[in-house]
Nanobody, 112 residues
Framework: QVQLVESGGGLVQPGGSLRLSCAASGIIVSRNFMGWYRKAPGKERELVASITDGGSTNYADSVKGRFSISRDDAKNTVALQMNSLKSEDTAVYYC??????WGQGTQVTVSS
């Protein structure tokens, strides 16, 4: 079964950090474009970070310098390290493969 499963979301105070993980099964992440999206209430879905099969990364301006996407080919996972979190980072975060396959999402809430 081809699927993506996210983990690592939760509640964190402003300025804190979280690390999200996306585990893939039935498909090899290193051969695909992988992205982390987020959807906040009342806002459009946003691509926050991506990594190509060649390892090139890209970030939304709103998270540059704070978020980092990485891939573990041995574990077939993609991670999103989020530092210096702000209240506006609160959203459901989704892992995506190739613009086609989506995970179930994980809630990130930044609040004091």
């Amino acid at each position: 079964q081809v699927q993506l499963v996210e983990s690592g979301g939760g509640l964190v105070q402003p300025g804190g950090s979280l690390r999200l993980s996306c585990a893939a099964s039935g498909i090899i992440v290193s051969r695909n474009f992988m992205g982390w999206y987020r959807k906040a209430p009342g806002k459009e879905r946003e691509l926050v970070a991506s990594i190509t099969d060649g390892g090139s990364t890209n970030y939304a301006d709103s998270v540059k310098g704070r978020f980092s996407i990485s891939r573990d080919d041995a574990k077939n996972t993609v991670a999103l390290q989020m530092n210096s979190l702000k209240s506006e980072d609160t959203a459901v975060y989704y892992c995506n493969l190739g613009g086609i396959l989506w995970g179930q999402g994980t809630q990130v809430t930044v609040s004091s």
